[in-house]
């Protein structure tokens, strides 16, 4: 392809409206534009890099022995209430009605529309296992889309759905895609992790998150260097040793605290430490005033709390929600006296007493509380954030956090849709049973923004080989003089025979200007061909990961070229 004839209009200032680093170059670079929120137009070099990272999920996606089909973007509503997700998922599902006064909606996932077509299908065990993929366009109506392709609300995926007619099968299906997913990444020459999530939401369920790992990630993971623990923090289990024996606690009594409201304050007001303050946090749960507490100087881990509760929707209460809950200032809340309040705490909390707390009241708090004496506690759980340094949930060793973004997600889904829909076949004594699901997802277009926030420098993108639009930049910089060209012509010729994707410049700009627009569009391999050069029977290469310069010789090149650019794939990991 000549760069003279292509279309990828580059951008000399960054817009405004892009916060993350890859939405600023995928713009800057010509690579996408903005329809309007959450929406994009792939240009050339942009759906050249998303068609990349299709091919390599799909050819693994195939190898796994997954089915590849396409399933609409438009679906009926019926199938969503059979579900009972047209009233549980929320302002995201895009609905709509159409001129007959159907309602529909637009897909963000297509769990349903597959289990409808399976069950219509499958009759007998012998028709399973089947597991059917599709790369496909899905609407989300995200709250906030933002950062480009991270978060879009129209953006590719491929999902992939399985059905088995036993727990064992089911598992091995579930394996087999967390296998095909390690290849995908490890072929896209991306550092990821896979961390559990497991949700505990439904029994006997398993679930696997992929994360690319960047500092700019939404997710953190904790992880742990000695064995294979990974989860999102989300997720992750506070380690919490079992309760012991607990020293004997005087007698609550109310403390004047005036104008401390924050642990660190009162900690510094009474000397003690802020382990020994219970921090009571005020939320509402699908309307509901409830109360968590944790040690003061632990943070709640909102996943695991509303997980707990089985909540819709769970947001910190308001100032004024506060004080009527309390009849104090926000600052004095705590467990005692809370009336009507369901109050639950984190598990660390039982392993001690004489705690200090606030007294629901203006500028007080009580010492020397037993939580279970003195307040009315409904659970002690696991409700506590994990922080760098708490011990590892498998082995114990101190467990470290890195930032990371959720390209792909394998999910054992059991039977809440085969149940909600009947999906189900005849077993091999004649019974009838519900298939056993799981569903697999891959953030297809997210992984081009991932890529681009994992490897990039000041100049621009480093693109992965597997996934660089091009993978080669052949830079003429004498394009007005006929020799060059020629043998500009010769070169790309030859890389092209070899089935290698090479953008010649051919632009009759100034050097400067090539060498800024090849970094910035993050071609992995930069060879430059001058009038110096050609001269002297060389061509000059870059590896644009690692800066590093050299030179190959025309006379032989492809030979040479080869071999080096070997080097260059083994230092973005691949083979
Ligand atoms: P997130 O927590 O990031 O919203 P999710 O849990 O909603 O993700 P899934 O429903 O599991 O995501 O979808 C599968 C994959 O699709 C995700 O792993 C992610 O890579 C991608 N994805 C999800 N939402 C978006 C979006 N709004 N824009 C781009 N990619 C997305
Ligand atoms: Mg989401």
Same mark, same amino acid.
Not at 88 to 109: A, I, K, M, N, Q
């Given at each position: 392809?000549?760069?003279?004839?292509?279309?990828?209009?580059?951008?000399?200032?960054?817009?405004?409206?892009?916060?993350?680093?890859?939405?600023?170059?995928?713009? %800057?670079?010509?690579?996408?534009?903005?329809?309007?929120?959450?929406?994009?137009?792939?240009?050339?070099?942009?759906?050249?890099?998303?068609?990349?990272?299709?091919?390599?999920?799909?050819?693994?996606?195939?190898?796994?022995?997954?089915?590849?089909?396409?399933?609409?973007?438009?679906?009926?509503?019926?199938?969503?209430?059979?579900?009972? &997700?047209?009233?549980?998922?929320?302002?995201?599902?895009?609905?709509?009605?159409? &001129?007959?006064? *159907?309602?529909?909606?637009?897909?963000?996932?297509?769990?349903?529309?597959?289990?409808?077509?399976?069950?219509?299908?499958?009759?007998?065990?012998?028709?399973?296992?089947?597991?059917?993929?599709?790369?496909?366009?899905?609407?989300?109506?995200?709250?906030?889309? *933002?950062?480009?392709?991270? &978060?879009?609300?129209?953006?590719?995926?491929?999902?992939?759905?399985?059905?088995?007619?036993?727990?064992?099968? =089911?598992?091995?299906?579930?394996?087999?895609?967390?296998?095909?997913?390690?290849?995908?990444?490890?072929?896209?020459?991306?550092?990821?992790?896979?961390?559990?999530?497991?949700?505990?939401?439904?029994?006997?369920?398993?679930?696997?998150?992929?994360?690319?790992?960047?500092?700019?990630?939404?997710?953190?993971?904790?992880?742990?260097?000695?064995?294979?623990?990974?989860?999102?923090?989300?997720? =992750?289990?506070?380690?919490?040793?079992?309760?012991?024996?607990?020293?004997?606690?005087?007698?609550?009594?109310?403390?004047?605290?005036?104008?401390?409201?924050?642990v660190?304050?009162?900690?510094?007001?009474?000397?003690?430490t802020p382990d020994r303050i219970v921090k009571?946090?005020?939320?509402?749960?699908?309307?509901?005033?409830?109360?968590?507490l944790v040690r003061g100087d632990r943070e709640l881990?909102?996943?695991?709390?509303?997980?707990?509760?089985?909540?819709?929707?769970?947001?910190?209460?308001?100032?004024?929600?506060?004080?009527?809950?309390?009849?104090?200032?926000?600052?004095?809340?705590?467990?005692?006296?809370? =009336?009507?309040?369901? !109050?639950?705490a984190d598990?660390e909390l039982?392993l001690a007493?004489?705690w200090?707390?606030?007294?629901?009241?203006?500028?007080?708090?009580?010492?020397?509380?037993?939580?279970?004496?003195?307040?009315?506690?409904?659970?002690?759980?696991?409700?506590r954030?994990?922080?760098?340094?708490?011990?590892?949930?498998?082995?114990?060793?101190?467990?470290?956090?890195?930032?990371? !973004?959720?390209?792909?997600?394998?999910?054992?889904?059991?039977?809440?849709?085969?149940?909600?829909?009947?999906?189900?076949?005849?077993?091999?004594?004649?019974?009838?049973?519900?298939?056993?699901?799981?569903?697999?997802?891959?953030?297809?277009?997210?992984?081009?923004?991932?890529?681009?926030?994992?490897?990039?420098?000041?100049?621009?993108?480093?693109?992965?080989?597997?996934?660089?639009?091009?993978?080669?930049?052949?830079?003429?910089?004498?394009?007005?003089?006929?020799?060059?060209?020629?043998?500009?012509?010769?070169?790309?010729?030859?890389?092209? =025979?070899?089935?290698?994707?090479?953008?010649?410049?051919? &632009?009759?700009?100034?050097?400067?200007?090539?060498?800024?627009?090849?970094?910035?569009?993050?071609?992995? !391999?930069?060879?430059?061909?001058?009038?110096?050069?050609?001269? %002297?029977?060389?061509?000059?290469?870059?590896?644009?990961?690692?800066?590093?310069?050299?030179?190959?010789?025309?006379?032989?090149?492809?030979?040479?070229?080869?071999?080096?650019?070997?080097?260059?794939?083994?230092?973005?990991?691949?083979?």
């Amino acid at each position: 392809m000549r760069l003279s004839r292509y279309y990828a209009p580059t951008l000399k200032e960054t817009p405004a409206e892009a916060e993350v680093i890859s939405h600023k170059l995928l713009l %800057r670079a010509g690579l996408i534009r903005k329809l309007t929120a959450g929406i994009y137009t792939y240009l050339p070099l942009g759906l050249k890099a998303l068609n990349n990272v299709a091919r390599i999920v799909r050819e693994e996606m195939d190898r796994a022995g997954a089915l590849e089909v396409l399933m609409p973007a438009v679906q009926p509503a019926d199938l969503w209430k059979e579900s009972g &997700r047209w009233e549980f998922y929320g302002r995201e599902l895009l609905r709509f009605v159409d &001129r007959h006064d *159907r309602e529909s909606c637009l897909g963000p996932t297509h769990e349903e529309v597959v289990t409808d077509l399976v069950r219509h299908e499958i009759r007998s065990y012998r028709q399973l296992p089947i597991n059917l993929y599709q790369i496909q366009t899905k609407f989300r109506d995200e709250i906030r889309p *933002r950062f480009g392709l991270m &978060r879009g609300r129209e953006f590719v995926m491929k999902d992939a759905y399985s059905f088995d007619k036993d727990d064992a099968g =089911a598992d091995a299906s579930y394996w087999a895609m967390y296998k095909a997913y390690i290849r995908i990444f490890e072929r896209l020459g991306l550092k990821f992790r896979a961390v559990s999530a497991d949700s505990g939401s439904i029994g006997g369920s398993f679930s696997h998150e992929f994360m690319v790992l960047a500092d700019t990630g939404e997710d953190t993971i904790a992880y742990c260097d000695a064995c294979d623990f990974g989860a999102n923090v989300e997720k =992750a289990e506070a380690v919490c040793p079992p309760p012991g024996d607990i020293a004997p606690c005087p007698p609550a009594e109310t403390v004047a605290t005036p104008g401390q409201h924050t642990v660190e304050e009162v900690a510094a007001f009474l000397e003690v430490t802020p382990d020994r303050i219970v921090k009571t946090l005020v939320y509402v749960a699908d309307g509901k005033t409830v109360a968590a507490l944790v040690r003061g100087d632990r943070e709640l881990n909102e996943v695991k709390f509303k997980n707990l509760l089985d909540a819709k929707d769970l947001r910190l209460a308001s100032p004024e929600e506060v004080t009527a809950a309390t009849k104090a200032p926000v600052g004095f809340a705590g467990p005692v006296g809370l =009336a009507g309040i369901p !109050i639950y705490a984190d598990r660390e909390l039982a392993l001690a007493a004489d705690w200090t707390v606030g007294a629901n009241a203006a500028d007080a708090h009580l010492r020397h509380v037993d939580l279970g004496r003195d307040a009315t506690i409904l659970s002690f759980t696991d409700l506590r954030q994990v922080a760098p340094g708490d011990p590892c949930p498998k082995c114990g060793t101190p467990l470290s956090f890195a930032k990371g !973004i959720e390209v792909g997600h394998v999910f054992k889904l059991g039977l809440k849709y085969s149940k909600a829909l009947s999906a189900t076949f005849l077993d091999e004594a004649g019974k009838e049973q519900f298939m056993i699901m799981g569903c697999y997802g891959i953030g297809v277009s997210r992984i081009v923004a991932a890529c681009i926030e994992q490897n990039n420098d000041a100049s621009g993108i480093i693109f992965p080989p597997a996934i660089a639009p091009f993978e080669v930049a052949l830079l003429n910089l004498n394009a007005k003089d006929a020799d060059a060209s020629a043998k500009a012509d010769e070169l790309y010729d030859a890389l092209t =025979a070899a089935g290698i994707e090479t953008l010649l410049d051919d &632009r009759e700009e100034r050097p400067g200007i090539k060498f800024k627009d090849a970094d910035l569009l993050g071609f992995p !391999i930069q060879l430059t061909l001058g009038g110096k050069g050609l001269a %002297r029977g060389i061509v000059e290469t870059k590896d644009r990961r690692t800066g590093e310069k050299g030179e190959l010789p025309l006379d032989g090149f492809m030979d040479a070229f080869v071999a080096w650019r070997e080097g260059v794939r083994q230092g973005w990991g691949l083979d």
